[in-house]
């Protein structure tokens, strides 16, 4: 049951251009939301996020948009560089019992920059 | 230098051995988690501790096991009773209870059983 998904397994983008990646989740109980990178064979990196009581994060070149009643958030990034080129994953929070945050992944979408 | 690191960064081991993958960090986080990834599945939850000498399973916790003795450490053995343990393992930490979302990744280790 993939509670957070990612439809496009692979985006490519020309330099300059607006890349946008998109996510789905069906768990209403989600209230906090993240965009990680990862290059190939490292670990993930925190990107940016958004709390489910606002509906646009902007940092830098990435901003992040969330439609609570489609439950669905995108990533934007202008202008896409090259260095943008890495698998871009969705993740959302359900708190756990106790405190604490459990993570729940999308499968990732591969974006590639091209010159 | 503060992170988390985990070694080593390739194992190999035979099928019908436990292996043991290492996950330390000093950022002082109380909360430690192990995801594993497999191409195409996103990362899942194996196991998390928000506190020393707690843990619980997460989504795919059979095969696994975890210990949680000192706060800066969470080592998971991938035992022979895991059907499929060649992946791609991550462990990450955070701050716990509701201070913050983020969770701060390692390197990984990627794991090849034959």
């Known amino acids: 049951d993939q509670q957070v998904k990612q439809n496009s397994p692979s985006l490519s983008v020309q330099e300059g251009r607006i890349s946008i990646l998109n996510c789905d989740y069906t768990n209403s109980m989600f209230d906090y939301f993240l965009w990680y990178k990862k290059y190939p064979a490292e670990g993930p990196t925190f990107l940016i996020s958004i709390s489910s009581i606002k509906d646009k994060n902007e940092d830098g070149r990435f901003t992040v948009f969330l439609n609570k009643s489609a439950k669905h958030l995108s990533l934007h990034i202008v202008p896409s560089q090259p260095g943008d080129s890495a698998v871009y994953f969705c993740?959302?929070?359900?708190?756990?019992?106790?405190?604490?945050?459990?993570?729940?992944f999308g499968t990732g979408t591969q974006l590639k920059v091209e010159l | 230098d503060g992170g988390i690191t985990q070694s080593p960064k390739y194992l190999f081991r035979k099928e019908g051995q436990n292996v043991t993958l290492s996950c330390e960090q000093n950022?002082?986080?109380?909360?430690m988690y192990w995801y594993r990834q497999d191409p195409g599945q996103g990362l899942r939850l194996i196991y998390y501790?928000?506190?020393?000498?707690?843990?619980q399973k997460g989504d795919i916790a059979e095969g696994y096991s975890v210990s949680r003795e000192k706060k800066e450490s969470f080592p998971l053995t991938v035992t022979s009773a895991q059907k499929n343990p060649t992946a791609f393992y991550l462990c990450?930490?955070?701050?716990?209870?509701?201070?913050?979302?983020?969770?701060?990744f390692g390197p990984g280790t990627r794991l090849t059983v034959t």
């Open positions: 950022l002082n986080h109380d909360a």
């Open positions: 993740a959302a929070i359900g708190r756990v019992t106790g405190g604490g945050n459990k993570l729940t």
């Open positions: 501790s928000q506190i020393v000498n707690d843990f």
């Open positions: 990450a930490s955070s701050f716990g209870g509701l201070q913050t979302a983020e969770q701060y």
